[in-house]
């Protein structure tokens, strides 16, 4: 192993986010370690990065304890169930990993004088009052909803992240992530794309919550993946949008997906969830001017991307 190697502890590194980030890094250069307790992520996302020099996984939970031997350069914390459906069913997992689990990584960064990013979320903003979105709004966020045990722990972890940085001077970055999709998604973890790409190619009814015109700002994960690398080689502090500014409202998702699936799916109308946020789209005026960043991959080609991995993975759609 390279003992040159600057590395990188990515915890949630066999989720969706994490088993990508985990690619770029190591084709980067980086020696990754990759923790997880496989709460919502699969060993099986990384399983293709098993043979690669400088590769580790680890089974741990970041709630318990985070112990790293040696030298480490840059601590992301990407740990977190992070679809409805994981949340609704994990709450105080989920509340957890952003409260204990953030502390214990600000402990392990403090400890290795690394870099420290932290994945939040767009919905740090809730059911925004203010649209688009900047990093300057504080949020409209139900702290006593069923959706406040997701919000008000990354809430909670962006507090926490502050505080270590103005009373520990750790060299932390906050990133607000948004509705991201590509391969590796699980197709039932309640989230629309995934969600409608599996009712398609089933030939099942596509199922749009309310009457469909609620939106979301929806980026491919390349993109994702190419803003947290930019941002993680800054000190920039964050917070810090990374989303895609094309708005797209929920039917006109179902519609497409349809589309580019050739689907006969029906389109069928479902009781909206209590708190679901009304509009959705960054502002992402501090990424393009610190990072030169933006999102290249147009909707319609990242979902057809998305939609090539599940058609390649039949078992995944279930029975």
């Known amino acids: ?25 190591l084709d980067e250069g980086y ?5 997880d307790n496989f709460l919502t992520g699969s060993p099986t996302n990384v399983e293709h990065l098993l043979g690669r020099e400088g590769f580790r996984m680890i089974r741990a939970d970041v709630t318990d304890f985070v112990h790293v031997v040696g030298p480490v350069d840059m601590v992301l914390h990407f740990a977190s ?18 409260s204990i689990g953030t502390m214990h990584t600000l402990g392990l960064a403090k400890e290795k ?3 420290y990013i932290l994945a939040s979320t ?23 909803g069923p959706r406040g045990v997701y ?11 502050m505080a270590y940085r103005r009373y520990h001077d750790v060299n932390t970055g906050i990133l607000r992530i948004f509705n991201t999709h590509g391969a590796f998604m699980r197709p039932k973890d309640g989230r629309a794309v995934p969600t409608f790409i599996r009712q398609a190619l089933r030939g099942e009814p596509i199922t749009v919550a309310g009457d469909g015109t609620q939106t979301r700002s929806i980026q491919y994960v390349d993109d994702l993946v190419e803003g947290v690398w930019r941002f993680a080689q800054t000190e920039h502090p964050g917070p810090m949008n990374i989303g895609n500014p094309h708005e797209v409202s929920m039917l006109e998702l179902a519609e497409l997906v349809k589309e580019l699936t050739g ?18 789209q960054p502002d992402i005026t501090l990424a393009r001017e610190v990072l030169g960043w933006e999102p290249t991959v147009p909707l319609q080609e990242g979902l057809h991307r998305t939609i090539e991995w599940f058609r390649v993975h039949p078992e995944l759609l279930g029975g």
């Open 263 to 280: 689907s006969s799916s029906e389109i069928r109308f479902i009781e909206r969830p209590e708190d679901d946020p009304t509009v959705r």
């Open 1 to 25: 192993m390279n003992n040159s190697a600057r590395r990188v502890v990515i915890t949630g590194g066999a989720g969706f986010l994490g088993s990508h980030l985990c690619t770029r890094f």
């Open 81 to 98: 169930p992070a679809s409805p459906i994981d949340y609704l069913q994990l709450p105080l997992e989920t509340l957890k990993v952003g």
């Open 151 to 161: 919000d008000e722990a990354k809430r909670f972890g962006e507090a926490m992240t």
């Open 113 to 115: 004088q690394a870099r």
């Open 31 to 35: 020696e990754v370690l990759c923790l």
């Open 122 to 144: 767009s919905e740090s903003y809730g059911d925004p009052q203010v649209h688009p979105q900047p990093e300057s709004y504080w949020g409209h966020v139900n702290p006593v």
